[in-house]
């Protein structure tokens, strides 16, 4: 086989990222039409079941996105108006949306420039008298310990909600990521480790919040969908959003997880490829360390001087750049919760993501990475 070129690109690298399918989706989506029962119903509860079995915890709530995950499991862990939440400016804005429609003030941390999460020093120095959540980001699939800071916020009872959107499938010590005792939130958006075309969930710490969860999701009634069709009437009494996750996207995420550790082996390779074909970096570019040894990575990130000159010259090249993510203490939605975070910033101005997807193979990764190379020279 002749060495690949740069005219010779694929759609593969041409995108930055893909959604995957295995073949049983189809199928599993006919099963769901043929059903039909288009909404909440018993093939989303299997598939919480499924997910459930997979991370090793006693249950989880399956929602309509990532989003609503971390929306629910704020507002089902009581945080509200007044209430201060810490965040990492560094995420997609999804995650301080999720906040803000809560009433709660949103706190901005700094990252560790490192591995590019909020890590025990950051959030420590965000915290406030007024803290009543913490909100870490799994960037890139990387699990965030917080040590001793664990103990002190339980001693405030402050919630840690994760924000694990990049992250199912890692591990956190012996345990999945969700696993951990932490309300754990995920996204099964088109292009995650596990996807439902749309969908997420999230793992409640107790049964308590687990029926407060579930009751959100579906507009605060406290009657399920089940016990609904059996009586004359229904009460709604708390919170509640459009939030449950359909059928036909709950078909899709079963059949895609007997396939996750295909998933699992691919994406950990696929990083080692890139690992691999970038060893021979100057010292002015660097790949993100993921904690590949714990993580199923989400995406593969390079931080670089002259960013922008560089990601343009990608593009132009075929190459599927893509920059994960602009800061959002930055942008003008969040004016009002600006505070300098002088890492944050320095990253944002610098990194890269590289295109990451189980369509990629090693030709695809030379091509990008000698294109980085000679967009760098």
């Known amino acids: 086989m002749s060495e690949p070129t740069l005219a010779s690109a694929t759609a593969a690298h041409a995108r930055n990222a893909r959604p995957h399918l295995f073949g049983d989706e189809l199928a599993a989506v006919e099963e769901a039409l043929a059903s039909g029962q288009f909404g909440h119903g018993p093939i989303t509860e299997q598939f919480e079941r499924d997910l459930a079995d997979f991370l090793g915890v006693p249950e989880t709530v399956a929602v309509a996105s990532g989003t609503a995950a971390l929306h629910i499991a704020l ?3 009581r945080i509200g108006l007044g209430d201060d939440v810490v965040v990492p400016s560094f995420t997609f804005c999804a995650t301080v949306r999720a906040i803000e ?12 420039p490192t591995t590019l999460c909020t890590g025990s020093t950051q959030i420590r120095e965000a915290l406030t008298e007024n803290t009543q959540a913490v909100l ?3 960037y890139g699939g990387r699990p965030v310990p917080l040590g001793d800071l664990e103990d002190e916020l339980a001693e405030r009872n ?73 009586t004359t009437t229904y009460r709604v009494t708390g919170p509640g959003l459009r939030a449950h996750l359909s059928q036909i996207n709950a078909a899709i995420g079963r059949a895609q997880l007997p396939h996750f550790p295909t998933v699992q082996t691919q994406r950990r390779a696929l990083w080692h490829t890139y690992a691999r074909h ?7 570019v660097r790949l993100v360390d993921v904690d590949i040894d714990h993580a199923v ?5 390079i931080l670089v001087d002259d960013r922008d000159r ?15 993510y602009p800061p959002n203490h930055l942008q003008e939605a969040f004016a009002a919760w600006h505070r300098p975070l002088p890492a944050t910033e320095h990253v944002a101005a610098r990194v890269i993501t590289l295109p990451f997807h189980h369509a990629m193979t090693e030709r695809d990764v030379h091509v990008v990475t000698t294109a980085v190379k000679e967009a760098l020279r």
């Open 101 to 112: 429609a809560c009433g709660a003030n949103i706190r901005f941390a700094d990252i560790d």
């Open 278 to 284: 970038l060893s021979d970096l100057p010292e002015a």
């Open 297 to 301: 990575p989400s995406l593969c990130a």
């Open 75 to 77: 507002l089902a862990a």
């Open 310 to 324: 560089v990601f343009t010259t990608l593009r132009e090249r075929g190459i599927g750049a893509g920059v994960h």
């Open 158 to 230: 402050i919630t840690i909600v994760e924000d694990a959107a990049h992250a199912f499938g890692s591990y956190q010590g012996p345990d999945r990521v969700g696993a951990t005792g932490r309300a754990t939130c995920f996204s099964f958006g088109p292009i995650k480790n596990l996807t439902c075309g749309q969908g997420g969930a999230l793992v409640p710490r107790t049964r308590e919040e687990a029926e407060r969860a579930r009751r959100i999701r579906l507009l605060g009634i406290a009657e399920s969908a089940a016990r609904r069709q059996n």
């Open 136 to 138: 870490p980001v799994l």
